[in-house]
């Protein structure tokens, strides 16, 4: 009872299934905390210059969560997904180039799905 009130509250910015909701600006974002975790990943997977196919599962389900914000960006999980094959039999991988720049494309997606450039639900009033 006491989280449901804490939850159920009206309010202009919400957290909801994990994703920020601004009722006033008709805006879904990806919460800060999410953004800077995500990014550290894909920047630490870049130092590296290889992964782990667990590490590789995870990167591909968050990533596939931003992908809801920015819907075309889709598309650049494929060399993750190709990447991951690999990975299932060895159990790490060094990471090619076209994933590389796959990557970097990413964290342009997150700012998109974090930033003011977040994806905006129109609506409107009859």
């Known amino acids: 009872m006491k989280k449901w009130r804490a939850e159920g509250k009206q309010e202009e910015q919400k957290i909801v299934l994990g994703w920020e ?7 879904v974002k990806l919460p800060e905390d999410k953004y800077i ?17 667990k590490n590789l ?30 990975t299932e039999k060895t ?9 590389r720049d796959s990557l970097e494309l990413w964290k342009k997606f997150l700012e998109r799905g974090r930033g003011e450039q977040a994806q905006t639900i129109s609506c409107s009033v009859p």
Request: charged share 20%; aromatic share 12%; net charge positive.
């Open 21 to 27: 909701v601004d009722t006033r600006a008709f805006v």
């Open 57 to 86: 599962e995870n990167m591909i389900g968050r990533l596939q969560r931003v992908s809801y914000v920015a819907p075309h960006s889709k598309y650049f999980l494929n060399w993750l997904r190709t990447l991951c094959k690999t």
């Open 91 to 99: 159990t790490w991988a060094n990471i090619p180039k076209a994933t």
């Open 37 to 53: 975790a995500y990014k550290n990943q894909i920047n630490q997977v870049l130092k590296a210059g290889k992964i782990e196919h």
